[in-house]
């Protein structure tokens, strides 16, 4: 089977190969097809960029894509970043500038209710219009200073439950066996499994 990797993110492209290694499937990445059109991530689910992003990925590739959508979920902020992660300090931010807005929109949020999650979302779409979405969270807290230089985004403000190191101490193997995207990639990996396992004889 052939499959696009339908994100520009060098570090999830890395963290998605690196997690589905293995499975019968050769990758390519929007570096094999440099005039695939940008896809506006306008919709207010994680579900639905993910989704957008895969089928118009698939159109255009005529190939089997999967998109992820993810972001950080803050209980004291109602939910935010959320689908708005990416550009929470607006658009163009980056993930220092990002991160800044956070610790500074919790300075006054207490120790035991700064808790959070990472929630991910895979789409799998294919060119005749077929899809499959799956999902993976990883629960925490937030931090009140950026500790290690590891991953990216939130990573160095992100306590996973039960660990006293954030996710950018971790190495990458540590973080893919606890992290929302290694979650969701782990529920495709299942099904593409599943899709390749041969059918019982009757
Ligand atoms: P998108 O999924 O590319 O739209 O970006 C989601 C944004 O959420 C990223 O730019 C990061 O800010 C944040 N994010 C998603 N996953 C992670 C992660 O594993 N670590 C840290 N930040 C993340």
């Known amino acids: 089977m052939e499959l696009v990797i339908a994100t520009r993110n060098r570090k999830k492209n890395e963290e998605m ?10 990758f390519y990445t929007l570096d094999d097809f440099p005039d695939c059109p940008e896809v506006i991530e306008d919709a207010d689910t994680f579900k639905g960029n993910a989704a957008k992003k895969a089928f118009a990925v698939s159109g255009y590739t005529k190939k089997p894509a999967i998109s992820d959508d993810s972001g950080l979920e803050v209980y004291a902020l109602n ?16 993930d220092v500038n990002n991160l800044e807005k956070l610790l ?6 207490t120790k035991g209710k700064r808790g959070a999650r990472f929630v991910c979302c895979i789409a799998l779409a294919f060119p005749d219009g077929k899809a499959a979405a799956f999902e993976g969270y990883v629960e925490g807290s937030i931090g009140r200073d950026p500790k290690g230089s590891n991953g990216f985004g939130y990573d160095p403000v992100f ?4 660990y006293n190191k954030t996710f950018a101490e971790m190495t990458a193997q540590e973080k893919d066996s606890l992290s929302h995207r290694a979650m969701a990639l782990k529920a495709f990996r299942e099904y593409i499994v599943r899709l390749f ?3 019982p004889s009757k």
């Open 17 to 26: 190969k690196r997690i589905l290694e293995g499975l019968p499937v050769s």
């Open 104 to 109: 500074s929109e919790m300075r006054d949020i």
């Open 197 to 199: 396992r041969p059918k």
């Open 79 to 94: 939910g935010a970043p959320g689908v708005f992660s990416a550009r929470y300090a607006g658009e163009g931010a980056d």
């Open 159 to 162: 306590y996973p439950k039960g």
